[in-house]
């Protein structure tokens, strides 16, 4: 199965929502509304480009559009490997995780995009991309301007971002051109996110970030301060903190995800975007030329997802040794009938257990989860105690 990235601010854009309205999975988006106090429907359906581009919408919008197209792809039965996310997309990959409570997370996000937006508005600033333009020759360029900026985003060999004082980003990206890089071009953020012009709101997201709660992941999870996997939950507090101030390692998570960096680790070539666009793919593509992307972004990709483990025997025989048989899951997977709280049965299923038709497996809020298949039973996907959505995945079981 394949390895979950998700996009972070500025891959948003208007009217994102609109082809997902009358999925299931759009139920997300209102539980999400619910948690936050806010209409994230409207921003995902109705706001323009200027409303969607400042940072507390553009921060909840694609965090929340990324979960609901987290639900929908597990709707289909497919898990990832391992997870990662680019800025606010780190987020969206705790949640994914299980490190990260539904609620908690909407609410943290919510905080994050309110104490970043405050900050820049103390002091302003922007953010360039920097095309044909490695780490290095970014860093050089911002150490030659005048003024404070600085690398803060390293996405690919051939991709920078810089970010700081917009004068000085302007200074950057002329000794960038100068010394070789191809084109520059602005992000569509409303801030110089992760450099130390953060670190007010970093003061702010610090205090919540104390009170909130952090279980261990249950899928591997890539920080992008160290571009290293993190199996602690409570490191995830240091790690969020950090984050606001401290370029994202996107190309070195890419590497840590695929196993390169890692030589005790099975090599990962499956990469699927949950979220707007599909820059990260191009991210992946321009680091792994070998790598098969995905990105999910209207309804539509979920068949080209499905169609993709389906085409490809090599994918097929990598999900094969890892997870037993995975393709048309959706006949061997137990589903929610409801959003809420999963809790499983007194009496125990064990891994390789017989599973009859109407078998009890559970309960979401006192309503019983009963087996529609006879099969073995492979274990559960959900974990005691975990808030679920309707169609979410519970349990597998292999039919044959």
């Given at each position: 199965m394949p390895a979950f990235?998700?996009?972070?601010?500025?891959?948003?854009?208007?009217?994102?929502g609109r082809p997902w309205t009358e999925h299931p999975s759009w139920e997300v988006v209102e539980e999400a509304s619910a948690a936050a106090g806010r209409d994230i429907g409207s921003l995902l359906t109705d706001a323009g480009s200027d409303e969607l581009t400042q940072t507390h919408n553009a921060q909840l919008a694609t965090f929340t559009f990324s979960l609901m197209i987290l639900d929908a792809v597990e709707r289909i039965g497919v898990e990832p490997t391992r997870l990662a996310g680019h800025s606010v997309g780190e987020y969206s990959a705790l949640a994914a995780s299980g490190a990260l409570g539904f609620d908690a997370s909407v609410q943290l996000v919510a905080e994050r995009g309110e104490a970043m937006q405050a900050a820049a508005e103390a002091r302003s600033g922007s953010m360039a991309v920097l095309v044909g333009c490695d780490a290095?020759?970014?860093?050089?360029?911002?150490?030659?301007?005048?003024?404070?900026?600085?690398?803060?985003?390293?996405?690919?060999?051939?991709?920078?971002?810089?970010?700081?004082?917009?004068?000085?980003?302007?200074?950057?990206?002329?000794?960038?051109?100068?010394?070789?890089?191809?084109?520059?071009?602005?992000?569509?953020?409303?801030?110089?996110?992760?450099?130390?012009?953060?670190?007010?709101?970093?003061?702010?997201?610090?205090?919540m970030l104390q009170t909130t709660v952090f279980?261990?992941?249950?899928?591997?999870?890539?920080?992008?301060?160290?571009?290293?996997?993190?199996?602690?939950?409570?490191?995830?507090?240091?790690?969020?903190?950090?984050?606001?101030?401290?370029?994202v390692r996107w190309h070195q998570s890419i590497l840590r995800l695929a196993g390169a960096l890692d030589p005790d680790l099975d090599e990962e070539r499956f990469f699927?975007?949950?979220?707007?666009?599909?820059?990260?793919?191009?991210?992946?593509?321009?680091?792994?030329?070998?790598?098969?992307?995905?990105?999910?972004?209207?309804?539509?990709?979920?068949?080209?997802?499905?169609?993709?483990?389906?085409?490809?025997?090599?994918l097929h025989d990598y999900a094969s040794d890892h997870h037993g048989e995975l393709l048309y899951v959706s006949e061997r997977v137990v589903i929610s009938p409801s959003a809420g709280i999963f809790e499983p049965p007194p009496e125990r299923r064990d891994v390789g257990q017989w599973i009859d038709v109407g078998c009890?497996?559970?309960?979401?809020?006192?309503i019983e989860i009963r087996s529609a298949f006879g099969g073995t039973f492979k274990g559960y996907i959900a974990h005691p105690g975990?808030?679920?959505?309707?169609?979410?995945?519970?349990?597998?079981?292999?039919s044959s």
């Open positions: 990235i998700f996009p972070g601010q500025g891959s948003q854009r208007p009217g994102m290095d020759l970014a860093d050089v360029a911002c150490r030659l301007a005048e003024g404070d900026v600085w690398l803060a985003n390293i996405n690919s060999t051939d991709e920078s971002v810089i970010a700081g004082d917009p004068a000085a980003i302007e200074d950057a990206v002329r000794f960038a051109l100068e010394l070789g890089a191809k084109r520059a071009y602005p992000a569509r953020v409303g801030g110089a996110f992760h450099t130390p012009l953060m670190a007010p709101a970093r003061d702010r997201l610090r205090k279980h261990n992941p249950d899928t591997p999870l890539v920080a992008n301060v160290d571009s290293r996997f993190h199996v602690d939950g409570d490191e995830w507090r240091r790690l969020l903190s950090a984050q606001l101030c401290s370029p699927v975007e949950l979220g707007p666009g599909d820059s990260l793919s191009a991210t992946v593509r321009a680091t792994l030329p070998q790598a098969t992307t995905v990105p999910v972004s209207v309804p539509g990709d979920l068949d080209r997802l499905v169609d993709t483990l389906a085409g490809d025997s090599s009890l497996l559970g309960t979401v809020s006192e975990e808030r679920v959505q309707a169609g979410q995945p519970i349990a597998w079981l292999h």
